[in-house]
């Protein structure tokens, strides 16, 4: 499974590229304004930061907006995937951009026909949001499930990219389901790696290497 990072954060980003974990970055309106700087400028940097897909959404509604603002930032960099909300104009624009050669990404997914809808109008990836199905006591990860159970029914090659991650366990599931993409907000990537178990451990090495050395 990949691992990209959800998030517009220059710093986190750059901090945790240099781990060699990440094939990928998603972004959204929300994220880019938190930045409070220049979205163009932002996508740019992050393409330089990581290796792989770097996501940016449009704004508009209406499918011929739509496409001209993704021409618009495909400019930006090689790397850069079109989020598309999943909408009829979305799917008319993801066709268009199909086929010009732009790759899409299609967001605010909530279940497996509107994946799959999405898949059919030529999107290279799909990005269902699990933690806003379980903020409503749906079950966000059978949604993933069942996408990508149509997806290997009919050799469908459309990448599922599970977003709106909440904690690591949303990450082991993903993988467990087989996911090909998990894409994390930072603060989840951190909690990752943290284990208490493996923190006493490397106390407990160093304790007893520093007594072999007082004796030695
Ligand atoms: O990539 C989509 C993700 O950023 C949405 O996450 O937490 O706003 O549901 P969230």
């Not at 998030?7 to 994220?31: F, H, M, Q, S, Y």
């Amino acid at each position: 499974m990949k691992i990209f990072i959800d998030t517009a954060n220059l710093e986190d980003i750059r901090e945790i590229a240099k781990w060699g974990i990440l094939e990928g970055a998603t972004t959204n309106p929300t994220l880019l304004s938190r930045e409070g700087k220049d979205p163009e400028k932002v996508l740019k940097e992050i393409c330089e930061l990581v290796p792989g897909p770097v996501s940016a959404e449009v704004t508009s509604e209406v499918a011929e907006d739509m496409v001209k603002e993704a021409q618009k930032l495909a400019k930006i960099h090689k790397n850069i995937v079109i989020k598309i909300p999943f909408t009829v104009e979305g799917l008319k624009a993801v066709r268009a951009l199909k086929e010009e050669g732009i790759k899409t990404n299609v967001t605010l997914v909530f279940t497996p026909v509107q994946a799959l809808l999405a898949a059919k109008a030529g999107a290279s990836f799909v990005s269902p949001f699990v933690g806003r199905l379980d903020d409503i006591q749906a079950n966000g990860m059978e949604m993933v499930e069942d996408i990508i159970t149509i997806f290997e029914n009919y050799d469908i090659q459309t990448e599922v990219i599970v977003a709106s991650i909440r904690h690591p366990m949303h990450v082991l599931e993903a993988a467990l389901v087989g996911a090909h993409i998990a894409t994390i907000p930072p603060k989840v990537i951190r909690q990752m790696v943290k284990h208490p178990l493996t923190d006493i451990g490397i106390q407990r090495f160093l304790e007893d290497w520093k007594k072999l050395n007082k004796k030695g």
